[in-house]
């Protein structure tokens, strides 16, 4: 076995064809005392000369944790609002309910033709999910594109509290807050 304090990495020459050039040879006793080491929690760092040793792993900062845990659930919450947002909507300006496409280039399309001012064919999806362009007045399409406006604000609201209480969670220093906020998908 071999041990590389640049890669920190352990290499067998049944395994691996090469090691790294500052690669030292271990013995089977210190390569057991290491992996016995890494089962009691320890962590395999780089000693003097390059030759591995064990070190206790640094106690986690509370502090630290709770901020790592609202960065991931800020960036939960953001992703899932914008999967929402552009996973679809309905509305039932046609009369029966049709279901929307409203991914960014999908909004823009609408939002042209709503400032066109003219009937026109538009996309959208009956009850048994076929898709066709289906004539829309200028009207109707007015009424989609308030829909639409509609559906994303309650969910830019929705996405806004959950801000809100992740803020409160941290200052709070409450993880149990933190893990508890999440984002549910939208379905039109």
């Known amino acids: 076995m071999f041990y590389s304090a640049t890669t920190g990495g352990i290499y067998h020459p049944a395994i691996h064809a090469s090691f790294p050039n500052d690669a030292v040879e271990l013995s089977d006793a210190d390569y057991k005392t290491l992996m016995a080491g890494q089962v009691e929690g320890k962590a395999i760092v780089p000693g003097p000369g390059g030759r591995p040793m064990l070190a206790e792993l640094p106690t986690p900062n509370p502090a630290d944790e709770l901020t790592g845990l609202y960065d991931v659930a800020l960036a939960d919450t953001n992703r899932g609002c914008e999967q929402s947002i552009t996973g679809g909507f309905s509305s039932d300006a046609l009369g029966d309910l049709y279901q929307y496409s409203s991914s960014l280039e999908d ?46 604000m309650q969910l830019l609201q929705k996405a806004n509290e959950l801000k809100q209480q992740l803020d409160t969670a941290l200052a709070a220093g409450d993880r149990a807050a933190l893990v508890a906020v999440t984002w549910e998908i939208v379905q039109p």
């Open 107 to 152: 909004q823009l399309n609408l939002t042209t033709a709503i400032l066109s001012g003219v009937d026109m064919p538009y996309a959208c999806r009956d009850g048994l999910g076929v898709k066709d362009f289906r004539q829309h007045t200028v009207a109707q399409l007015r009424q989609v594109g308030d829909d639409f406006t509609l559906f994303k």
